[in-house]
């Protein structure tokens, strides 16, 4: 690459020590690469030139030639003035104003010589006028490398005050491509510019920033949003390639008595096609010599916990143990729960573990977990202590694994000489596009159907004026034996006000349902954990019709009866978890209901979240909105979003580039994995350069 592009930013003529420490701090600006890649956020059109009769008094923006033929201060009172010039041309005059650095516009301006000005105009009576309009002599305007299409650059409130205007970045812009001479090394191989017809790397560059027509900036933004993601898929694939090939696995050579067993005479429903073609993937993965490290998604209540189990019998199969990490004590139980009635006729030891366990019975699962006794272990993080030791670790299941962070999984890694194979689980549906870049370097499978017999939940949107009706509701389901959930949301900054919007709720509940023909379990964080289990325990029993809730309940609770889920000010919940929150229902052979409260004020978006409730069940469908609503970054959480940084592409918008850069890749390096063929020379340096820069990829899973 040009080694000049490695240039600290202050050495740009017209930048200097003051303005490059704006730069840093500003827009992470720090070297002429930096500035490079600063890419407009986007452009105004400047091929028209407008005559000041055909003004008009619109928001838009207007280019006029003509000539300032004079030029006075108006006095305003109190010590203020305004410098107002008039602007002619052959169809008309205007005024141009000026409110600030009067004394230097005084100066600068040349009366009687043609200017090509340019800004917004407003109308005072007959007269319209222009507000510090950006000015250029007109044989400065035609020498200048600035195209029709004007760049506009992303910017902050202190560059503004500093004088760091859009125009002066331009012209920054235009004197970093005079000093580079704009010689820009080409990164990519050049069958592959051919293949994909993109232009080289200098024109695209150069068109991104002085773009001489739409056509050449759509094919500017094409290449270089295309090498980003090319770049990024490479590193992923690579990764998962190197895990593959360095990383050995245990290989589970034999499907035996155990899943066999369970398989032809346990099942207690024919698995789903979607389910089928998961285990074999799983199976595949655990049968070769690689580590496995697989993302299986599947919406709520799909059925991955008896896919989970069926991958564990497997381990048992090959004489291996496995484990399964959940968030939460609640899930932690629920699945042991799940999988002990799962397991109940096979001959198969299964333990939790959590922070609540006795010391007596830790010592117990410690010792059979050494000896080998113990094939299953369930629990939270308290199963990456020190003191918990397995005889032969050969599957870790993770559930819900965006609330681990990376060390707490590499932990568990580190729990056999030869890592365990890894399934993580998410009932958190991840849209394709942001799949591919984030978890790029794990195999990807899918659950999207769900079990035969289950009704969708019908979802309904009732504002907080329809209250009685749904009250009425509620009371004729609990009629028919049914149970509802009540949730109110919970911000994290204000525990205390959630609690009062509980408390408030829980009081008005009890009023409008009475004791003893109603029962109603209350369940929030600043409640105990013993509290909480026994509330669950009471609801899940069936002693209790009404849960009120927080958003405590959102993951894994498991009550087949509860046949209604209100979700109170459901505008204040995100897309995501509205949907996590519906889950919960509809567990059961009834006819379950969703219903979002909501008062009359809602923004667009909130109005964007309540309609796409009410219209699908689909949680990829639901994903892909709240990507486009929300972004990458608030999607994945701080963990994640740091690798979405991206400069030009947008993960939403650019999705089929997206998937041409993955194809791409992949085909790339099943041809060539270390990039030695002759063709591939430039694209490995640039390659190697990047993966020495800052290294985002480490933590990505």
């Known amino acids: 690459m040009n080694n000049l592009l490695e240039t600290p930013i202050e050495y740009l003529k017209g930048v200097g020590p003051k303005r490059g420490e704006l730069f840093r701090k500003e827009l992470n600006v720090h070297k002429y690469v930096d500035l490079i890649n600063l890419f407009p956020n986007r452009y105004i059109d400047r091929t028209h030139y407008f005559k000041i009769n055909q003004l008009q008094n619109t928001s838009s923006e207007f280019q006029i030639i003509g000539k300032i033929i004079n030029l006075k201060t108006v006095e305003q009172g109190k010590g203020r003035s305004r410098l107002v010039a008039t602007f002619i041309d052959d169809t008309g005059q205007m005024e141009l104003v000026w409110f600030q650095g009067q004394k230097w516009i005084r100066e600068g301006v040349k009366i009687n010589e043609v200017y090509v000005i340019f800004g917004k105009v407003t109308q005072f009576g007959a007269t319209y006028n222009m507000a510090h309009p950006e000015m250029e002599l007109l044989a400065e305007h035609k020498a200048s490398l600035r195209s029709a299409m004007q760049p506009v650059y992303p910017s902050t409130e202190k560059l503004n005050n500093r004088g760091i205007t859009n125009k002066v970045v331009n012209k920054l812009m235009q004197q970093l491509f005079v000093e580079t001479q704009a010689l820009f090394s080409e990164t990519l191989p050049d069958y592959l510019i051919d293949q994909l ?208 962070g990376v060390e707490q999984r590499s932990k568990l890694w580190k729990k056999n000489t030869i890592p365990p194979h890894v399934l993580v689980m998410t009932a958190t549906p991840i849209p394709r596009t942001l799949a591919m870049s984030l978890y790029g370097d794990l195999d990807i499978s899918v659950i999207d159907e769900l079990p035969p017999g289950r009704k969708p939940i019908q979802t309904v949107h009732r504002f907080d004026s329809n209250r009685l009706k749904v009250w009425k509701f509620i009371k004729d389901e609990i009629a028919k034996g049914r149970q509802i959930y009540i949730v109110y949301p919970l911000i994290q900054e204000s525990e205390k006000m959630d609690y009062k919007d509980l408390m408030d709720g829980y009081e008005s509940i009890s009023r409008d349902f009475p004791l003893p023909d109603y029962s109603i379990s209350i369940l929030h964080g600043q409640m105990k954990p013993a509290d909480k289990e026994e509330e669950m325990r009471r609801f899940a029993a069936g002693k209790t019709n009404i849960m009120v809730a927080t958003t405590v309940i959102e993951v894994g609770v498991n009550v087949p009866n509860a046949s209604v889920m209100i979700i109170e000010s459901a505008e204040r919940f995100g897309l995501s978890q509205l949907h996590q929150l519906r889950g919960r229902v509809g567990r059961g052979a009834e006819q379950s209901y969703c219903i979002l409260m909501t008062s009359h004020k809602l923004s667009e978006d909130s109005k964007i979240r309540m309609e796409t409730m009410v219209r699908t069940n689909d949680g990829f469908e639901i994903a892909e909105v709240d990507l486009k609503l929300r972004g990458p970054g608030d999607l994945m959480g701080k963990q994640q979003s740091g690798v979405l940084n991206l400069q030009i592409a947008d993960l939403v918008r650019d999705k089929d580039i997206l998937q041409v850069a993955r194809h791409e890749a992949v085909k790339l390096l099943k041809a060539d994995a270390p990039m030695e063929k002759p063709e591939h020379k430039r694209l490995r340096e640039v390659f190697i350069a990047m993966s020495k820069k800052k290294n985002i990829w480490n933590y990505i899973s």
């Not at 697989?294 to 896919?307: A, F, H, N, W």
């Open 197 to 404: 017809k993109l232009i080289p790397k200098n024109a695209a560059l150069f068109n991104i920033h002085f773009p001489k027509s739409q056509e050449l900036l759509a094919k500017a933004q094409f290449r270089l949003k295309f090498e980003e993601l090319f770049f990024i898929q490479l590193q992923l694939i690579t990764k998962n390639l190197i895990r593959k090939h360095k990383i050995k696995g245990h290989p589970f050579g034999t499907v035996g008595e155990n899943f066999n067993n369970f398989y032809n005479n346990h099942l207690p429903f024919e698995l789903t096609n979607a389910q089928k073609r998961v285990l074999k993937e799983i199976r595949n993965d655990m049968g070769s010599n690689a580590q496995m490290n697989r993302l299986l998604q599947g919406d709520v209540g799909s059925g991955k916990t008896i896919v989970a189990l069926m991958c564990m019998l497997m381990a048992k199969d090959n004489g291996f143990q496995s484990c399964l990490m959940a968030p939460t004590e609640i899930l932690a139980k629920q699945h042991f729960i799940g999988l002990t009635e799962l397991a109940k006729d096979l001959d198969i030891n299964i333990q939790i573990l959590t922070g609540s366990s006795k010391t007596k019975e830790r010592r117990l699962i410690h010792e059979a977990l050494e000896n080998g006794t113990l094939d299953i272990l369930i629990g939270t993080h308290a199963l990456l202590e020190d003191k918990v030791k397995f005889q032969n670790l050969g599957l870790a299941i993770i559930d819900e694994q965006h609330r681990f």
